[in-house]
């Protein structure tokens, strides 16, 4: 209003001027004709200024947004999205940002992931190597000693064979990820199948094998992912485990879930390192790993299955004193 009632005063003065200038005389009613069509091009003007300078100030923040897009697709993925402006151009910052964090995690866990492969299928094939520049060097070797040097290529090429395993069916679950094969299975049998299966390898280390179902169980589970994850655990405490020890699995069920627990008397795992242990290829002694032929991916592919059966898993451990392994999955399956 004060802005208006400047630009009259100042018409008031200028218009008798001009009409003098130009030579024409203005009755008053033309005057104010031709003031009121000055204020309203100037107004115009200035009305159309106005709006052109607030689109350029709304949409600025929207064009650095688009240009930092611009930069994700060529792939490169800034650490921060600054668009300090107002309320909602924030609040499209922070869940851009927040997908780029993730984003970021998900590019350094792949990397990560490739690194390890390389260095896990390269380790086998340096061992083989050794072993046969190490017979080409040698002059009239003993059948004794071609025998000792194929059985330890034989052990290198099963463990060649299960690192390949393990990362086929950790990609086959990633890439299936909610793809699975639900029916009514019997927990009961699956797990007493597991057992048998893995009783000759407890009693080649004189491991016993308890079992303990408190009641029946049907629930709706994928039989071929569970069967797995469940064998991992139990193979686990089995490999782990001193000689002379013992493997407890124990089933029970409510109204909602049911609860498989694997107990072992084996060396345990450090505190410490009980929040790494379902990491992919994270071992807790790579010693003793190799030397059982672990691959480092069994707990990590147990839990991804476990999660996929909208479940959970907790782990419990001593060092030196036993690991325990508990596992809670619904008996009803929801997507």
Known sequence: MFARLIIIVFLTGFVPILSMFIGIKLSKGDYANEVSSIIFIISFILLLVTSILIAIW??????????????????????EIDLNGYIETEDIADAFESLLAKINKL?????????????????????????????????????ETYREFFKDMSTEIDRENKIINDLLTLVRIDKTNREMNISEVNINEIIELIMKRVRPIAN????????????????????????LAIS????????????GGYVRVSLNADHKFFYIKVVDSGIGIPENKLEYIFDRFYRVDKARTRETGGTGLGLSITKNIIMLHNGAIKVFSTEGDGTTFTVRIPLTYSR
Not at 64 to 77: D, H, K, P, W
Not at 204 to 227: G, M, N
Not at 232 to 241: F, R, S
């Open 107 to 143: 590019d350094e866990s792949r990397s990560e992931f490739v690194s390890n492969v390389s260095h896990e299928l390269k380790t086998p094939l340096t061992g083989m190597k050794l072993i046969a520049d190490s017979l080409l060097m040698e002059e009239n070797v003993p059948n």
């Open 204 to 227: 080649k280390k004189d491991v016993e094998l308890i079992l303990e179902s408190f009641r029946p169980v049907i629930a709706e589970v994928d039989e071929t992912k569970l069967t």
């Open 58 to 79: 709304f949409t600025y923040p929207f064009k650095r947004l688009a240009t930092t897009i611009e930069t994700m697709g060529e792939g490169n993925f800034p650490k």
């Open 232 to 243: 991992n655990l139990i193979e686990n405490g089995i490999k782990y485990n001193k000689d």
